[in-house]
């Protein structure tokens, strides 16, 4: 079965400090993986997405996220967070061997961001 | 307003009535899903549809939930005789058709509360 791991509820970093959040997964096909942000009261926001090619990905508002096939992780990055980073971060799988495009969530993790 | 469009964003019922909620996928996009997310909790797969199909329904409640996405209006989430349990956020994503490696887009759902 397919899944995904957020291991912290949440992370705190001060801003202009490197940011790092982590994401596992696991698929029986080849993963299609996606980072998406959500602010309160809103929908969810696509951040960045690795589908193939190149394992580091870049996305939205500087973050990039590295795909490791031998760990099955895809942890998200930001070499300098911003008080506005602040908010809900959601992993998402895709089993590219379904035949089905239902993505599989992780439980968030929030990130808060200190000045 | 290109995106995604649900409505209402906030709903009450009371239990044992019935819930509609709407969802304009974004223009050119034909293939919709369906989330719902308890409080400080990820997304969860509802259903998947295409125009008049349902592709993939395997996150749907047995009872009192139906999905639609009709040639022409919006798609529809029903939810019959709600029940408490029913409070959530529900989300409608889109994507275009036949390109299961591009990310869903997300509108910013409908709360629903049951009295």
């Known amino acids: 079965a397919q899944s995904v791991a957020q291991p912290e509820d949440q992370v705190n970093v001060a801003e202009g400090n490197p940011l790092t959040v982590k994401c596992t997964y696991s698929v029986s096909g080849n993963p299609y993986l996606f980072w998406y942000v959500q602010y309160p009261n809103r929908g969810l926001q696509f951040l960045l997405k690795?589908?193939?090619?190149?394992?580091l990905v870049k996305g939205s508002y500087g973050f990039e996220a590295e795909f490791n096939k031998s760990q099955t992780s895809f942890h998200l990055k930001k070499p300098s967070a911003l008080v506005s980073d602040s908010a809900l971060y959601f992993c998402?799988?895709?089993?590219?061997?379904?035949?089905?495009?239902?993505?599989?969530f992780g439980t968030g993790t929030r990130l808060q961001v200190f000045p | 307003n290109a995106g995604v469009m649900q409505n209402p964003r906030h709903l009450v019922r009371r239990r044992g009535q019935e819930a509609r909620l709407r969802c304009s996928p974004m223009?050119?996009?034909?293939?919709v899903y369906w989330y719902r997310q308890l409080p400080e909790e990820g997304l969860k797969f509802m259903v998947y549809?295409?125009?008049?199909?349902?592709?993939?329904e395997s996150g749907m409640p047995k009872e009192r939930f139906s999905a639609e996405f009709p040639k022409e209006g919006p798609s529809i989430l029903r939810i019959q005789q709600v029940v408490r349990g029913d409070s959530a956020a529900y989300f409608c994503?889109?994507?275009?058709?036949?390109?299961?490696?591009?990310?869903?887009?997300f509108g910013d759902g409908t709360r629903l509360s049951i009295l």
């Open positions: 549809l295409q125009k008049e199909n349902i592709i993939d």
């Open positions: 998402a799988v895709r089993d590219a061997g379904l035949d089905t495009d239902k993505l599989i």
């Open positions: 690795y589908i193939t090619g190149d394992n």
């Open positions: 223009k050119g996009h034909s293939h």
């Open positions: 994503a889109s994507s275009p058709s036949g390109a299961s490696n591009q990310p869903q887009h």
